[in-house]
């Protein structure tokens, strides 16, 4: 079990100038309702999507567990037309398999060419772009990119952050959201961008001691709900049923910050990236000390900083 659980915020009717000026700076999740949306949360039906997504051969995530780890890959990837997707992720026991009968799909949408381009639903499922409204709630430079989802009953994605804001439209199904913010990050037991903690809900405190003190932000999304994620934040989803959303990423800070190669969103700023480089310098430097002076200034370096860099304006 994690620390204390928080519930997260749900407002109805937040117009734009609302949330920009009081709820954004924040830098808190906020679930949103009664956002106009469009059509698509009544509309994407299986049946729906089978017949309007058509054939289009997409790439998606099969695993035999219902928890898909991204570290320890214990999943395949696998090419199926949309519509068979559709069809075999609303399924709890398939006929046609690639692993075994009850294996669990997942869809995260990609660009024309994953290398160059970023996904966004509009264009590579242009006969779906009429059905759903983005929320207006940024300036439409800051846009980064629109990903469609679709996850079969009972899936669980790993806990991770995203580098970019963005907006989880839960279009169809529900979903449980579990939420760590960045000041957590030293419970985590991170592997890059991803904790190493799989089963949140019943850890191994002996493996991941520290783990019992990162404070839980949860909150259950129905069809219609929009989840407000910001940057940095660390997440765990669960598709408690098929369903389908859509993540609408966009650019907190200026375009300059980010890696002009990074069609995913998941890059870190090129800063962080260079200071990480240059910490790593560092800690080969210090290597070249006995163990009592590496230890020693290593921690002077912690301390230093905790000084400078750390922030007194978040919780």
């Known amino acids: 079990m994690a620390g204390p659980r928080i519930p997260v915020p749900r407002l109805e009717g937040v117009s734009q100038e609302q949330f920009m000026e009081q709820l954004y700076p924040q830098r808190k999740p906020l679930v949103l309702e009664g956002i106009d949306l ?43 037309p949309f519509d068979k997707l559709v069809q075999r992720a609303a399924e709890e026991k398939h006929k046609e398999f690639f692993i075994s009968e009850d294996e669990k799909y997942y869809l995260r949408s990609l660009g024309e060419d994953p290398r160059k381009d970023v996904a966004d639903i509009r264009k590579q499922f242009p006969l779906l772009e009429g059905d759903i409204k983005f929320p207006q709630f940024f300036k439409e430079e800051q846009f980064f990119s629109s990903v469609f989802r679709i996850s079969s009953p009972g899936l669980q994605l790993w806990t991770h952050y995203d580098v970019m804001d963005n907006f989880l439209i839960q279009v169809t199904g529900k979903k449980r959201v ?24 019943n850890p191994d405190l002996a493996k991941y001691p520290l783990f019992s003190k ?12 929009v989840l407000f994620i910001p940057a940095l934040w660390f997440h765990n989803v669960i598709s408690e049923e098929f369903g389908v959303g859509v993540n609408v990423f966009w650019k907190h800070l200026p375009s300059e910050c980010y890696d002009k190669t ?12 260079r200071a990480a ?6 800690l080969k430097t210090l290597a070249e000390l006995p163990e009592e002076y590496r230890d020693f200034y290593a921690r002077r370096m912690v301390l230093h900083i905790q000084d400078k860099a750390y922030s007194k304006n978040f919780e």
């Open 38 to 80: 469009g059509a698509c949360t009544s509309r994407w039906t299986v049946d729906y999507l089978s017949q309007v997504g058509g054939r289009k051969e997409v790439k998606i995530h099969v695993a035999a567990v219902a928890q898909m780890d991204f570290i320890s890959k214990n999943f395949v990837y696998r090419t199926l």
């Open 277 to 282: 480089q240059i910490l790593d310098r560092a």
């Open 178 to 201: 579990v939420l760590f913010s960045p000041r957590d990050a030293q419970y985590l037991y991170l592997s890059g961008t991803k904790s190493e903690v799989l089963n949140i809900d």
């Open 262 to 273: 990074d069609t995913y969103g998941n890059k870190d700023p090129t800063a962080a990236s």
């Open 214 to 225: 990162a404070r839980w932000y949860e909150c259950s999304l129905k069809a219609g709900d």
